[in-house]
């Protein structure tokens, strides 16, 4: 890694790129970013190396053009209402990065409640999408505070279906579910591991092994080597700063 990329690229910019990558590749299929570090992360992959991305406003608008973050559109290509939106969920042209409230060593997520479901002790935001997501789409997450909190070692609800859950359901489950990533304010991680337990696949610039492996509450797997997220090039940089995310609301969700 390059001294000048380390210094001159923020913590917020890291996890800015390493949500982008979710997206390389991807052709095209729409992204459906939840939080405001992979709304711009699926901006900048739409202008660099996924140019096919379809991006909505948020509402049921297709846009043509890349407005900064909670700019209007310019250009808008098509219309795609919520009830055209759960389609296309069910078609797996979609690929989506959700939050988690809790997130455990196979992929599981609970966004719903912290508790026994009969009882909780706190309500959270509800089921919603995500056993559907899970299901017909590749669906990675997004965690700008990562704590023994967040990744435990079971969550207390299953919203996302995870690896093990998935696979407990049978075929119908496994058929196109799929975790890509997992993106924290720490690390990048995935589950390509024989048992599909979630790996630690690159640690942020500042941010050591130790660190992640304390600040999650299950066995990590941890490869003997492990890398830096990658860095930002120039372009990207100019792109996130100017282009995207010129109010630079990234910093209020990740602080450097």
């Known amino acids: 890694m390059s001294e000048t990329a380390a210094t001159t690229a923020t913590r917020a910019e890291y996890c800015v790129v390493a949500c982008a990558e979710a997206w390389r590749g991807a052709g095209e299929v729409l992204a459906s970013p939840m939080g405001t570090v992979p709304a711009i992360g699926a901006r900048l992959a739409k202008l660099t190396f996924s140019p096919d991305l379809l991006l909505t406003d948020g509402e049921a608008l297709l846009m043509a053009d890349v407005p900064a973050l909670g700019a209007r559109a310019e250009v808008v290509e098509g219309w795609l209402p919520y009830r055209q939106h759960l389609a296309m969920v069910t078609s797996g042209r979609r690929h989506v990065m959700m939050?988690?409230?809790?997130?455990?060593?196979?992929?599981?997520?609970?966004?719903?409640?912290?508790?026994?479901?009969?009882?909780?002790?706190?309500?959270?935001?509800?089921?919603?999408?995500?056993?559907?997501?899970?299901?017909?789409?590749?669906?990675?997450?997004?965690?700008?505070?990562?704590?023994?909190?967040?990744?435990?070692?079971?969550?207390?609800?299953?919203?996302?279906?995870?690896?093990d859950s998935a696979a407990a359901a049978g075929p119908s489950a496994t058929r196109y579910h799929r975790i890509p990533q997992v993106v924290s304010d720490l690390g990048v991680f995935d589950f390509e591991t024989p048992d599909r337990a979630m790996r630690l696949r690159s640690?942020?610039?500042?941010?050591?092994?130790?660190?992640?492996?304390?600040?999650?509450?299950?066995?990590?797997a941890v490869p003997d080597e492990v890398p830096f997220t990658r860095e930002p090039t120039a372009e990207e940089l100019r792109l996130v700063r100017e282009v995207v995310d010129p109010e630079r609301a990234r910093d209020r969700e990740v602080r450097s």
Not at 135 to 149: D, I
Not at 203 to 220: I, K, N, R, S, Y
């Open 99 to 163: 939050g988690a409230s809790q997130i455990d060593r196979f992929g599981n997520q609970n966004i719903s409640c912290i508790g026994d479901w009969a009882r909780p002790g706190r309500q959270l935001l509800g089921v919603r999408g995500a056993p559907v997501n899970t299901l017909n789409n590749p669906t990675s997450y997004w965690v700008p505070r990562h704590s023994a909190r967040v990744f435990v070692e079971k969550v207390d609800m299953i919203c996302g279906v995870g690896y």
């Open 203 to 220: 640690v942020h610039p500042g941010v050591t092994v130790e660190q992640v492996v304390a600040a999650t509450g299950f066995p990590l």
